[in-house]
């Protein structure tokens, strides 16, 4: 709703999230716009999971990327790259990310630590089941 209501407030950003996170949100945004007979995007969840999960601090951005990392049994590599519109909530915290994180020698960490919010975000939705109408 808040992306109806205030479309010229959310911005373009580009994500790096691992491959496998990017085919498992397309098929819960599919299941989820059958099962609830809405109209939803890929945008919506990407949002609503960095809300949700993705940390403000770079102590706690480090810590979800290792455990994202410690629970894959694949590398990632330097992930796949998808734009998505964001609320300015998210836009405030992942635009500087990436630079913030180099900053503080910690480069090409930004895939692992929004792979972890994903991640954690669709293993919740899947506990939760197909979205109602």
Not at 32 to 59: N, R
Not at 102 to 122: K, P, T, W
């Amino acid at each position: 709703m808040d992306l109806k209501l205030r479309r010229d407030a959310w911005q373009t950003h580009p994500f790096r999230f691992a491959p496998d996170l990017m085919t498992q949100l397309s098929r819960r945004v599919a299941q989820d716009c059958s099962s609830s007979g809405k109209s939803l995007t890929a945008a919506q969840y990407v949002d609503a999971a960095m809300l949700q999960y993705l940390p403000t601090t770079i102590e706690e951005q480090l810590v979800l990327a290792e455990e994202f990392l410690l629970s894959r049994e694949t590398e990632v590599g330097t992930g796949k790259q998808a734009s998505h519109r964001v609320s300015p909530e998210v836009y405030a915290i992942a635009s500087p990310l990436a630079n913030e994180l180099r900053e503080a020698g910690h480069a090409r960490i930004a895939v692992h630590v929004y792979s972890g919010a994903l991640d954690s975000f669709l293993r919740d939705l899947k506990a939760e089941g197909p979205l109602g109408a």
